[in-house]
């Protein structure tokens, strides 16, 4: 728990995912959603989806609700985001560029039957094979300005061979 005294009666991913008709094949995240105290847990499939799933309450041992969606590509090497108005993820999906998808934090926090999504692209940087932006995610006592947009930063490094200097 919070104060460090060891648990019991944890529940298996996989029991969440069966919700969504989908099973775990790994890189599961725990991150917390500070302002509702709840908790925000994402995994792959075998398959071109990404798993995610949101606890109804302060308590991950309890119940929870859980989505899969679509991606054109595998996702791999996600990273996410909490902020205000969504939940953000980036992959490397493998191309030309790399995706940033934003996922309706209300729907999610509602427990909305199907959750909207929406995937913008980004062109990946000169010759750099494997590339992933980071989504900025809120962590502290203060939040973020009222309507300030999700940040996702994207690193150039000169050693890549794209660059003659490090760019963020």
């Known amino acids: 728990d919070k104060t460090g005294t060891p648990v019991s009666?944890?529940?298996?991913?996989?029991?969440?995912?069966?919700?969504?008709?989908?099973?775990?094949?790994?890189?599961p995240i725990l991150l917390y959603d500070q302002q509702v105290d709840r908790w925000f847990l994402t995994e792959f499939p075998s398959n071109n989806r990404v798993l995610v799933a949101i606890s109804h309450t302060a308590d991950p041992r309890g119940s929870w609700d859980a989505y899969a969606f679509q991606t054109p590509r595998f996702p791999d090497f996600p990273k996410y985001g909490i902020w205000p108005d969504a939940y953000y993820?980036?992959?490397n999906e493998s191309g030309n560029n790399f995706p940033i998808y934003a996922i309706n934090r209300e729907d999610i926090l509602a427990g909305a039957a199907v959750a909207r999504i929406q995937r913008l692209t980004v062109p990946k940087i000169g010759a750099v094979f494997f590339e992933v932006g980071q989504p900025a995610d809120w962590d502290?006592?203060?939040?973020?300005?009222?309507?300030?947009?999700?940040?996702?930063?994207?690193?150039?490094?000169?050693?890549?061979?794209?660059?003659?200097?490090?760019?963020?």
């Open 140 to 168: 502290g006592q203060t939040a973020p300005p009222d309507g300030s947009p999700g940040i996702v930063l994207k690193l150039n490094d000169d050693d890549w061979g794209s660059a003659d200097q490090d760019e963020i």
């Open 89 to 91: 993820l980036t992959a």
């Open 9 to 27: 009666g944890l529940i298996s991913a996989n029991t969440i995912w069966s919700q969504v008709g989908q099973t775990s094949a790994g890189d």
